[in-house]
T-cell receptor
Framework: GQNIDQPTEMTATEGAIVQINCTYQ??????LFWYQQHAGEAPTFLSY????GLEEKGRFSSFLSRSKGYSYLLLKELQMKDSASYLC???????????FGKGTMLLVSP | DVKVTQSSRYLVKRTGEKVFLECVQD?????MFWYRQDPGLGLRLIYF???????EKGDIPEGYSVSREKKERFSLILESASTNQTSMYLC?????????????FGSGTQLSVL
């Protein structure tokens, strides 16, 4: 099976930078996804990493270290609308399914 | 844009009732999934399907069944609803094969079993 850990809650201030960490233990790792979910809405795709390194997409970046079983999502220039739950998910080789962590609730305050 | 549509946003059922949750996607995706989402537990996979008439158990299939008679439609069935099945149910689809198979989610069905 897989084990995915991420902090339950984080708070940050508008305009700041926040890093949300995700650690995982799995056999046959084949990709890590980050999703954003606003309250009462469906999760939406943010980023995908399968190789080590940093993937940058506008204000959001995602990093992966396969040897350490570690990823983080970096959000820059935080806006109030970034208040949401951020879900880390792992895919295992040979399967199209994703296993999700419990999510990190981010609250951005003025 | 990919659209995944779930038939009901809110549903209230009685214990013991048979419940059908319907999901339709419009992008010809091979893979479809049913998750439930509960506070403190996150998203957990119930069942998934790689193709028409194919189904695979996820992590928590007990008390559920599924049906995929057409490629675009994936139904979740609660044969005899129980209170512990009160949850948010999310349907998702993805394209196959391999690579960046990101999931596209529907808006969810909040099911309350009384």
């Amino acid at each position: 099976g897989q084990n995915i850990d991420q902090p339950t809650e984080m708070t940050a201030t508008e305009g700041a930078i926040v890093q949300i960490n995700c650690t995982y233990q799995t056999s046959g790792f084949n990709g890590l996804f980050w999703y954003q979910q606003h309250a009462g809405e469906a999760p939406t795709f943010l980023s995908y990493n399968v190789l080590d390194g940093l993937e940058e997409k506008g204000r959001f970046s995602s990093f992966l270290s396969r040897s350490k079983g570690y990823s983080y999502l970096l959000l820059k220039e935080l806006q109030m609308k970034d208040s949401a739950s951020y879900l880390c998910a792992v895919r295992v080789k040979g399967y199209s399914t994703l296993t999700f962590g419990k999510g990190t609730m981010l609250l951005v305050s003025p | 844009d990919v659209k995944v549509t779930q038939s009901s946003r809110y549903l209230v059922k009685r214990t013991g009732e048979k419940v059908f949750l319907e999901c339709v996607q419009d992008m010809d995706h091979e893979n479809m999934f049913w998750y439930r989402q509960d506070p403190g537990l996150g998203l957990r996979l119930i069942y998934f399907s790689y193709d028409v008439k194919m189904k695979e158990k996820g992590d928590i299939p007990e008390g559920y069944s599924v049906s995929r008679e057409k490629k675009e439609r994936f139904s979740l069935i609660l044969e005899s609803a129980s209170t512990n099945q009160t949850s948010m149910y999310l349907c998702a689809s993805s394209f196959s094969p391999g690579g960046n198979e990101k999931l596209f989610f529907g808006s969810g069905t909040q099911l309350s079993v009384l």
